[in-house]
T-cell receptor, first 113, second 107 residues
Framework: DARVTQTPRHKVTEMGQEVTMRCQPILGHNTVFWYRQTMMQGLELLAYFRNRAPLDDSGMPKDRFSAEMPDATLATLKIQPSEPRDSAVYFC???????????FGPGTRLTVL | RKEVEQDPGPFNVPEGATVAFNCTYSNSASQSFFWYRQDCRKEPKLLMSVYSSGNEDGRFTAQLNRASQYISLLIRDSKLSDSATYLCVVNGQNFVFGPGTRLSVLP
């Protein structure tokens, strides 16, 4: 049963610290997405990769966030330095193409104190 | 106007009821459409894709009206386990998720 995996599942950190979240997309999927979800904003698209190339990261605060795909089996989202307003659930999703459905990982619940 | 809008809800219905959710989208060039459900503190999960001719999966029926830029989801004979938030998703240049409609099915 192929699924998207994310680590860590929970992260509590202090303001100013670096946070790295990792995602393993479903093997064979060529699109990878990072989302952030809060009660107030709902699901927001942060970044989108196709064939490991970043296509859209307009939803991501560039001064502190960065997203990469060092290889086809790993996507990373980094926040440096983290701030309390970054507290949210961060989801990674992958899909077989740009038009097909996406499959979500279980999310990383981030709390920045 | 937001790209994808949904009924604000929440919908509280008794078991066995039929409930319908509506969704409108602003990008007329959108090409694919989906309904996801999200349980509390869980990830969104695909419920069904929405095809131009409409499609049905058991108790769930999805309809698409491109002229009106409108998508619907009908749930018949609702179960307690249907309680969740239902997200409309529209894919134009990017996937855009609606804010979701919360459903509570009551015993």
């Amino acid at each position: 049963d192929a699924r998207v995996t994310q680590t860590p599942r929970h992260k509590v950190t202090e303001m100013g610290q670096e946070v790295t979240m990792r995602c393993q997309p479903i093997l064979g999927h060529n699109t990878v997405f990072w989302y952030r979800q809060t009660m107030m904003q709902g699901l927001e698209l942060l970044a989108y990769f196709r064939n490991r190339a970043p296509l859209d990261d307009s939803g991501m605060p560039k001064d502190r966030f960065s997203a990469e795909m060092p290889d086809a089996t790993l996507a990373t989202l980094k926040i440096q330095p983290s701030e309390p307003r970054d507290s949210a659930v961060y989801f990674c999703a992958s899909g077989p193409t740009s038009y097909n459905e996406q499959f979500f990982g279980p999310g990383t619940r981030l709390t920045v104190l | 106007r937001k790209e994808v809008e949904q009924d604000p809800g929440p919908f509280n219905v008794p078991e066995g009821a039929t409930v319908a959710f509506n969704c409108t989208y602003s990008n007329s060039a959108s090409q694919s459409f989906f309904w996801y459900r999200q349980d509390c503190r869980k990830e969104p999960k695909l419920l069904m894709s929405v095809y131009s001719s409409g499609n049905e999966d058991g108790r769930f029926t999805a309809q698409l009206n491109r002229a009106s830029q409108y998508i619907s989801l009908l749930i018949r004979d609702s179960k307690l386990s249907d309680s969740a938030t239902y997200l409309c998703v529209v894919n134009g240049q990017n996937f855009v998720f609606g804010p979701g409609t919360r459903l509570s099915v009551l015993p």
